[in-house]
């Protein structure tokens, strides 16, 4: 696969040879693209060098004393010929550009005449990293589907302590390799997910919910997707983009979800139950909003259906993994739900530190298989740990059909 590589003006633009070496060793050919400010930190010849390519650093060209246009169409050729765009390390000014669709040079022309999946890693100092205009733009770059990597924690170039850091290379070239779909490993499979909270009513205009942003859900359908496999992805209330390629089945409450989950198993190869489904629900909702009054008023809730137990009993021969949100005894608890609702895997997750688990960018899971291993996976984006999900369950199904 082909992927151009843009490089910007920022201290961690030298790291960005690391992600060419590493991207190289995954298989892809990289084409690099600097800005004017990446050429004050590390000249081109270092990327010409590890790529065997003629680094792109330029809209025009000097021929002969005259400043011509490098190509009139260079950049919709770069465009074509490449099938993903990899910005890192991207400055507060180039996530600027890109949401503005300003283009002023080389790198920015290229973005807007690019059509393909788009991974921007940032880099910058704190405060121009929390800045609300940098914020807003970030959100813009998402909501037209990019992915924006959060910036890694640490000191910085600057002297200040924060967010802000570049991404290690070797998680920019796994969030790639995710988005890129070089393996190919699920196509033919069916795989259903579920993602997200589900709310349950108490009258007309109140609800319980809980803390579940999607975002697990949303990055498990989006890695099935890019590995082959056709995904249906039944969503309770979220405030996400829908992946690419994705059937979303959108629900609300956890009747709703089971009805979907139950309509679509048949269908199904591999279901992963990633939503945080509410465990009690108002069996009786009013018709009309519950009053104030000085009274202390009782709910009576009742329990839900448990869609992952009902469908332990239906799933035949197919992939069947649980999560398992949990804030002490994690393998334990795991291992008994693996145990009672029939999982083949149950993805433990702790849920007590604010920085992984419900609405973080990053999760850190240990996965409890049906074959007894216990592998636990380091703290990653929610991307690469869904990737690593699918890594394990294609090495699982094996051992079982073997172990059959
Ligand atoms: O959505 P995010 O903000 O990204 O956060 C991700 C997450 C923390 C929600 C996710 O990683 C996670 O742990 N999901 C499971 C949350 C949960 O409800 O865990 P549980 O231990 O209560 O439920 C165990 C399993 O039973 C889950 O697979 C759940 O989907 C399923 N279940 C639960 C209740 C019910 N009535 N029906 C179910 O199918």
């Not at 967010?163 to 393996?183: C, D, F, N, T, W």
């Not at 005894?329 to 433990?348: G, H, Q």
Request: proline fraction near 5%; aromatic fraction near 4%; charged fraction near 25%.
């Amino acid at each position: 696969m082909n992927v151009v590589l843009g490089v910007g003006g920022g201290i961690a633009a030298y790291k960005a040879a690391e992600l060419v070496r590493l991207l190289q060793e995954r298989g892809f050919s990289v084409q690099v693209v600097m800005t004017l400010a990446a050429q004050e930190f590390v000249r081109p010849l270092t990327f010409a060098a590890l790529t065997g390519k003629k680094v792109i650093t330029e809209l025009f060209a000097s021929e002969g004393g005259e400043q011509v246009l490098a190509s009139a169409v260079e950049h919709i050729r770069v465009a074509e010929e490449h099938e993903m765009m990899v910005v890192a390390p991207a400055t507060a000014d180039l996530l600027a550009r890109f949401a503005h669709g300003l283009a002023n040079d080389f790198l920015t022309t290229l973005y807007l005449a690019f059509t393909g999946p788009v991974v921007l890693a940032p880099a910058m100092n704190t405060h121009m990293w929390l800045h609300p205009a940098t914020q807003a733009n970030v959100r813009l770059l998402r909501e037209r589907g990019h992915t924006v990597m959060e910036p890694e924690e640490g000191p910085l170039a600057c002297g200040m302590t924060g967010p802000g850091r570049l991404p290690e290379p070797q998680r920019i070239a796994a969030v790639v390799h995710a988005l890129a779909g070089k393996q190919r490993d699920l196509e033919g499979e069916t795989v259903l997910v579920t993602a997200g909270p589900t709310e349950e009513p108490i009258d007309p205009v109140r609800f319980i919910s809980n803390r579940s942003s999607g975002k697990m859900g949303y990055a498990l359908a989006q890695a099935a997707a890019a590995r082959g496999a056709r995904v249906i992805l039944v969503s309770g209330p979220v405030n996400l983009i829908e992946p690419y390629g994705v059937r979303v089945v959108r629900v609300r409450t956890a009747l709703e979800m089971r009805k979907a989950v139950l309509e679509h198993l048949e269908e199904a190869t591999i279901i992963v139950k990633a939503a945080a489904v509410a465990d009690y629900h108002v069996a009786r909702v009013p018709e009309h909003k519950i009053k104030k009054t000085a009274m202390r008023l009782s709910l009576e809730l009742e329990p839900t259906p448990d869609i992952l137990a009902e469908v332990g009993q239906k799933k035949g021969d197919r992939l069947l993994i649980g999560f398992a949100a949990e804030t002490e005894n994690l393998v334990a608890e795991a291992r008994r739900k693996l145990e009672s609702k029939n999982c083949d895997m149950v993805v433990a997750n702790l849920v007590g530190p604010e920085e992984t688990g419900f609405g973080a960018d990053e999760n850190e899971v240990t996965l409890v298989m049906r074959t007894g291993e216990v592998v636990r996976l380091p703290r990653a984006s929610k991307l690469e740990v869904a990737g690593a999900i699918f890594d394990h369950a294609v090495r699982l199904r094996l051992a079982l059909h073997a172990a059959q």
